[in-house]
């Protein structure tokens, strides 16, 4: 079913409310931006939202409770969740290097989850 | 107790010593050493460096800078290992109690207490979070509030939930990443609360952080009355009007355990108000000439204590300027600057750093309109004469605006104030 609705550009800091026509296959720009930069952005948040995602993860043993991670490419908006839970039952063994691949193929994404933070080991005290 | 003879008083002389170890003062301390100084010390009371980026695990640090979108842990690794590489002295979990006119630093840590001399100062300290008490939030004092930032580190860094149910008063950025944050683990976010008719943050974040999520946003509302006996219990929301006074009967009761603060940032000035540097009422941050200097020779201020920055990379550029004086500074000793102009802020405009120029020629200037708007002219002006005009298409007050102003060698014998000011088309 086309539907309207509004889509916020994220561009600028105008924020140009954009008003389009779509059903997930077809779009059409009914009106509301100030320029073109607006009409991609508005196509890809009505045709394929994705978002970064970025979390973090439990480390055993670091010098740091948690690693905080992202995922290796946007992840579809619907996804996030599905994502989000599989981060949440994860533990990773200190020591963690940032860049290092923490989920392979998380939630059947194709997109991996890899760490941004180095967490060495804890002291022994 | 400790007997007065155990203090031990350790003696350091360097070229650089930085006081503040978060984005700023590693950007200062590495264009420092790229600059001249062969001797850079930087100083911090935490236990890490970095300052609040290891806590801003969101992305979209450094684009401007290196094209790349990192998060905050990423964006300070990237300076550590710069500082790292490039040998500079690093003293963490050390404290700065003072420091005076000729710069000698004292500082303590557990290793005793320290005497720094240093031939150039700068300060990189940063800056802290407006609390209830900044804005007089009336009721009960429940646990259960916090500011923004302080539930970020819970949560990103020491794995604790600050809460369950959870209110947001103020739509700046730290705020509704943290909505978005919440959420993620789990919380129920129940709004944000913001006093003016527009966020305070940029639109992406709205977008992503709030509207993606379906949490309700309420302009022109604040909140009037905190209700809880031990644990935060309720808050009253209530509309205000164009002149932000409450309008009575509009207050609604929202049932929450959790209330964030996100009022805006202070810059954490103590160590140079003690000294007598010169503070700008509206910026918070020291005065500053073109050179990053204070009003105290040898002495340049960087970050968000010289003036709260949108983002890294703009901060960090600015950091790298006052590094480098500051290096400059510590390997040929300039006599005292002389103030040719007075840079002031004109119609529309919050505020412009720096405040002083000292030589003619080409200055950077940052600079806050006081409201969103489109289509306007940002002019600079000495007396009658304009020595900038530009055409900006959209100006807002969340985004800090840089020029780029030559100025001439004729204000040097006026000694007039220049004025920066937005003219409509």
Known sequence: ?125 | MVKPEVIKVIDYMVDVAIIGGGPAGLAAAVSAHEHGAKSVLVIDRNSWLGGILPQCIHDGFGVEETGASMTGPEYAEMYIEMAEKQGIDIMKETMVLQFDKKREIVAVNKKGLHKIKASAIVLAMGCREKTRWNVMIPGDRPSGIYTAGVAQAFINLYNIMPGRNVIILGSGDVGLIMARRLKFEGANVLGVVEILPYASGLPRNVVQCLEDYDIPLFLNHTITCIDGKERLEQVTIAQVDGEMNIISGTEKKIESDTLLLSLGLIPENELARTIGIEIDNITGGPTVNQYLETTLSGVFACGNCLQVYDTVDVLSADAKNAGKNAGKNSAIQKKDKKIIAKIVPGKGVRYVVPQIISEPGKVHLTLRVEKPGESSVLHVVAGDKEILKKRLAWVNPANMIGVDVDIPHDITASTQNLEVMLGDR
């Open chain 1, 1 to 125: 079913m086309i539907a309207e609705r509004n889509i916020t550009c994220i561009i600028c800091p105008i924020g140009c409310k954009i008003l389009v026509k779509t059903d997930g296959i077809q779009f059409e720009i009914v009106g509301g931006n100030k320029c073109k930069r607006g009409i991609e952005y508005a196509r890809s948040e009505a045709l394929d939202p994705r978002r970064m995602l970025t979390t973090s993860v439990l480390v055993n043993d670091g010098e740091w409770p948690l690693a905080s991670v992202k995922s290796s490419k946007p992840v579809p908006k619907e996804k996030l969740f599905s994502v989000l839970k599989e981060v949440g039952v994860t533990a990773v063994k200190a020591p963690v290097k940032s860049g290092q691949t923490i989920i392979k193929n998380a939630a059947n994404t194709g997109i991996d989850i890899v760490a941004t933070k180095t967490v060495l080991t804890k002291e022994a005290n």
